[in-house]
C-alpha cells in the first residue's frame, strides 16, 4: 500500500463513504475533500467536513498509518496545526492536537472495494523506468564520467539562457543581472517568478544608493512586494512603511504588480519575509557581490561570501507583529548550495563565455565539491546502482533522464550506443 494511492481515493471518493464513522465512533459526512497541491504541508487543503454535528473546514492529512504522523516529526510542525481530519489505512495510535484534542480518524481499510485495490496493483506493476535500468550500471565509469560532462554542460547551456536574456534587458549590466537571479533563487520554486519580477521592478542603481541602511533595503523589497500594507502596531514595520513612503516618492516607484508573494506551504524559514531579509543584508553587508563572487573558486570561499544572517528584528519573527523565539536567521550552507548551482555557476560560465575564457576546468572542479541534490531522478539512478557523489553528477543524470531517457533518444546517448555496441 502506498500513500498516493490513498491520496487518489480520496480525491476521486473511490471509497464507500454513504456512512462514514470516524474511529472515535462520530458520524462524517464530506461536503469538500479539499484542494490537492501536492506541496509542503498537508496533503489537502480548504476541506469541508460535518463531524458530528459540527462544519469543519481546514486541512486533510492523510498517511498509510496513523503513527505516521510522528514518523514524518508533523506533531513538531506548525503546518499541521489546522488538520481537521487525518485519513489513514490503518489506524493504530491516537494524535493529539497541542489542547490534547484527538485529531479525528476516518479508517479506510474496509472501505476500499477489492476491485479498486486490484485496479491498482496492475496499473503499478514494475515497469521500465528507462529502457536500460538493467544494465546501466555495468557501463565502463571512462564511458560514464566523459558523457556526464557533456550532459553537465549541456544542462549548463540551457540554464545560462535566462542569464542572456536578462543581460540583454539590462543593457549587458552584470551586477543586475545577478540580483535579479538570485532574487530569483531566493523565492525558491514557489515565490521564485515573484522575486524576479520585484527584482526587475527596482533600478540596480538605486539598490546601490540605498544598500548602506538594511533597512531602506528592507522597505524597497517589501514595499515592491506589496508586503507593507497592513495596518499593524509593530515599530519595524511602521518604520518600514515610512521608509517605503520616502524612497517611493523620491524614486517616483510604485508597488509592483507581481504574483501576490506565497508564505502558503513554506515552512518558516523560508518564509518570503525572512528571504527577502537575508537578500536585503547581503547587498547590504556586500558593496562588490559581484566581483567576489566571479573570483570566488572554492565552495568555502562562497559560503564566507553568503555568510549573512538578516537584521536584528528577524531574529525574533518570522511576520511583522508577530513574536517567535530568538534565532539567527543565517543562510545554510544546503541554501547556498541550491544557489551555486542554479546562480553562481551559470554566472561564470556566462561570464567567461562573454570575456573569452575557458572556464570548463575551474566549473567543474568548483560543482564537484557541492554535496548532489536530493529529488526522485537522483534516487532512481541510485537504485539503479547510479550514485552520485554530487552536484556535477546529479546535474549530469537529470540531464540525461529529461533530456534522453524521458525521450527515448537512445541513439543519441553514450550509454546507449556502448550497451548496443556490446
Not at 490537492?36 to 496533503?43: A, C, I, R, S, V
Not at 498517511?63 to 488538520?83: A, F, M, P, R, T
Request: overall charge neutral; glycine content about 2%; charged content about 25%.
Amino acid at each position: 500500500m502506498k500513500e498516493d494511492f490513498l491520496h487518489y481515493i480520496w480525491q476521486n471518493k473511490k471509497f464507500d463513504f454513504s456512512n462514514l464513522i470516524t474511529t472515535q465512533g462520530e458520524s462524517l459526512t464530506l461536503v469538500n475533500v479539499g484542494d490537492y497541491l501536492q506541496q509542503e504541508g498537508p496533503d489537502f487543503f480548504n476541506a469541508q467536513l460535518i463531524i458530528g454535528n459540527q462544519k469543519w473546514a481546514g486541512n486533510v492529512e492523510i498517511h498509510i498509518k496513523s503513527s505516521d504522523w510522528y514518523l514524518h516529526n508533523h506533531e513538531k510542525d506548525v503546518n499541521y496545526d489546522s488538520v481537521i481530519l487525518h485519513v489513514v489505512w490503518e489506524h493504530d495510535v491516537d494524535i493529539y492536537r497541542k489542547n490534547n484534542a484527538t485529531i479525528p480518524v476516518l479508517e479506510l481499510m474496509k472501505l476500499v472495494s477489492q476491485e479498486e485495490i486490484s485496479k491498482y496493483n496492475a496499473l503499478v506493476t514494475p515497469k521500465s523506468w528507462i529502457f536500460c535500468e538493467k544494465d546501466i550500471a555495468t557501463i565502463k565509469e571512462i564511458v560514464l564520467t566523459n558523457w556526464q560532462e557533456r550532459l553537465f554542460f549541456e544542462r549548463l547551456e540551457n540554464k545560462a539562457i535566462p542569464f542572456e536574456i536578462l543581460l540583454k534587458e539590462n543593457h549587458s549590466d552584470w551586477e543586475a543581472t545577478l540580483f535579479c537571479m538570485l532574487a530569483k533563487n531566493f523565492g525558491l520554486n514557489i515565490n521564485g517568478q515573484s522575486f524576479l519580477d520585484l527584482a526587475k521592478s527596482i533600478p540596480f542603481s538605486i539598490l546601490k544608493k540605498e544598500s548602506f541602511e538594511v533597512e531602506n533595503l528592507e522597505a524597497l523589497f517589501f514595499g515592491k512586494g506589496q508586503m507593507l500594507n497592513d495596518e499593524k502596531q509593530d515599530n519595524y514595520l511602521i518604520d518600514l512603511q515610512k521608509r517605503w513612503h520616502f524612497l517611493s516618492h523620491k524614486y517616483q516607484l510604485e508597488a509592483s504588480h507581481i504574483t501576490q508573494i506565497q508564505f502558503f506551504k513554506l515552512r518558516p524559514d523560508n518564509f518570503p519575509t525572512i528571504r527577502l531579509a537575508q537578500l536585503a543584508m547581503l547587498y547590504h553587508s556586500k558593496q562588490t557581490l559581484f566581483l567576489e563572487l566571479i573570483l570566488a573558486k572554492t565552495t568555502g570561499e562562497i559560503y564566507k561570501i553568503f555568510n549573512n544572517a538578516t537584521s536584528s528584528y528577524w531574529t525574533s519573527h518570522y511576520n511583522f507583529d508577530s513574536q517567535s523565539k530568538i534565532k539567527s536567521k543565517t543562510i545554510s550552507n544546503s541554501f547556498i548550495d541550491l544557489i551555486i548551482i542554479n546562480t553562481i555557476i551559470p554566472l561564470k560560465f556566462l561570464y567567461a563565455k562573454a570575456n573569452g575564457k575557458d572556464s570548463i576546468e575551474e566549473l567543474i572542479d568548483l560543482i564537484q565539491t557541492v554535496k548532489p541534490e536530493k529529488n526522485s531522478i537522483i534516487e532512481k539512478f541510485d537504485f539503479f546502482k547510479i550514485k552520485s557523489k554530487n552536484a556535477f553528477e546529479s546535474q549530469a543524470l537529470l540531464q540525461l533522464k529529461n533530456e534522453y531517457c524521458s525521450n527515448k533518444k537512445c541513439l543519441q546517448c553514450e550509454i546507449g550506443l556502448t550497451l548496443l555496441k556490446k
